[in-house]
């Protein structure tokens, strides 16, 4: 606005109101001590092995009002949670190697892979994302089944997403066998929409979605959905679910999915982070977030790569839960997808997160390592190995005891503070006195 004479007729009240509006919108809140501290904190935990890293990210990076990062130029570092993505390995494009170069390109620091039902491409991810500098959360999409008490409503489809610490689950065979069961049934379900479809005069064969899906993958709806469109039968995916293989849909089928609440337990179980995901798509989400909370639930996704949904942000204040989301990318392209790292999780929904989740990740590593000092199996050994990625002990490295490993595995997860009391130096007195057998950990660290 200029300053011609017209501006000195405005009314006093008038004019105040004006420069209200200015102040309100024009000024730039400074960050808060609360978000500094967070940001710090978050920081030094991605860069645990990366301290180089994290000197040139605290140089170039701020903080907004909303407590999300911003950039301070080209080249500058910026720190980026991705908490939902897929590979190969269940209805993904990509595979996990890809994937992890995809986030690399988007700017991630931190990726949760999260297939559905499996946690086979968590290696892949890992070995990778050494190659980029990239963290990677092992994690996995769990689908379940919601039934609601007294049957007076129809059971619901439930996934919860559950985030584990470097070395995996405690009880990775206890879960893999709930996981087996799910993949199993995964595969009944999809011939099953096969079979549905071929009633509805649409011929699809089941070797067509099989080879789709690819060797040792369960089917899902997903691969059902690409053999309608390669089949000529829809036009594109979105066609496939709308017409025939949405919940409830024509051809669609139900699996052999565990009960929503014991899902959630099992991941508390094991030392997991449980976590609801896209409540949005649920019919009855008060019920089912107030019984998931009553067996453990921690938190349930609220963020997308469009801003925060309000509603389910009140319902997380509501049940005390955290606050969390991801992009839930899949890499089939186009202009409904989210891109990996779209989501701009506030940084003291980050921290909150970690705040919760470390202790027991920590809980978990402590328990894995323990029951090896107790036994130093194979077995008990290749449960500490299987996702941990450790290149410097290959080859002409110097271990010269068990101990060695452990605390090079720990210095990628774990602080000074967390991996040194009491309870971890008892750990390593036992594990300095075990000889370790090289040969077991020449192969690349986390193959199964």
């Not at 967070?38 to 903080?63: G, I």
């Not at 390669?230 to 979105?238: I, S």
């Not at 609440?261 to 179980?269: F, G, M, N, R, T």
């Amino acid at each position: 606005m200029n300053n011609s004479n017209s501006a000195h007729k405005e009314s006093p009240k008038k004019g105040k109101d004006k420069k209200k509006k200015k102040k309100r919108g024009g000024s730039k809140k400074k960050t808060t001590v609360e978000q500094t501290l967070a940001f710090k904190s978050v920081s030094e935990w991605v860069f645990l092995d990366q301290p180089s890293l994290l000197a040139s990210l605290a140089s170039s990076c701020v903080v907004d009002d909303f407590g999300v990062q911003k950039n301070l130029g080209r080249g500058k570092e910026k720190l980026v949670f991705e908490l939902h993505s897929h590979s190969k390995c269940s209805d993904g494009f990509l595979s996990p190697s890809k994937l992890v170069e995809r986030a690399y390109g988007s700017g991630v620091k931190v990726l949760a892979l999260t297939d559905h039902d499996t946690m086979s491409g968590i290696a892949e991810a890992i070995d990778a994302a050494h190659r980029y500098g990239i963290k990677i959360i092992p994690g996995v999409e769990i689908s379940t089944i919601f039934s609601p008490r007294g049957g007076s409503e129809p059971e619901e489809p439930v996934h919860v997403l559950a985030y584990y610490s470097t070395c995996g689950p405690t009880s990775f065979e206890e879960l893999e066998q709930v996981l087996a069961s799910i993949r199993d049934g995964r595969v009944l379900r999809a011939k099953n929409m096969v079979s549905k479809l071929n009633k509805l005069k649409l011929p699809l064969k089941w070797e067509h979605v099989a080879r789709i899906a690819g060797k040792g993958v369960a089917p899902g709806r997903l691969h059902v959905a690409r053999a309608l469109v390669e089949a000529g039968h829809v036009e594109n995916l979105k066609q496939a679910f709308s017409r025939y293989l949405f919940d409830g849909g024509p051809a669609y089928a139900t699996g052999s999915e565990p009960l929503a609440e014991k899902a959630v337990k099992l991941i508390c179980d094991t030392g997991g982070v449980a976590v609801l995901a896209h409540p949005w798509a649920l019919k009855n989400p008060v019920a089912i977030i107030r019984r998931l909370k009553e067996a453990g639930l921690h938190g349930m996704e609220v963020y997308r790569s469009d801003g925060k949904l309000s509603a389910y942000s009140d319902l997380a204040d509501t049940y005390g839960l955290l606050k969390l989301g991801g992009s839930d990318y899949h890499g089939r392209g186009g202009h409904g997808e989210s891109d990996l790292g779209s989501v701009n999780l506030p940084m003291l929904a980050v921290h909150d997160f970690l705040k919760v989740a470390r202790p027991i990740w920590c809980n978990a590593i402590k328990d894995i390592i323990h029951t090896y000092a107790e036994e130093p199996s194979d077995s008990n050994l290749a449960r500490i190995i299987r996702f941990v990625r450790t290149p410097n002990f290959k080859g002409g490295s110097s271990l010269s005891c068990c101990r060695d490993l452990i605390d090079g595995c720990l210095s990628l997860w774990l602080t000074n503070e967390e991996s040194h009391n009491p309870e971890f130096d008892a750990i390593r007195l036992k594990l300095s006195h075990i000889s370790l057998n090289r040969e077991k950990i020449q192969v690349p660290i986390g193959s199964q």
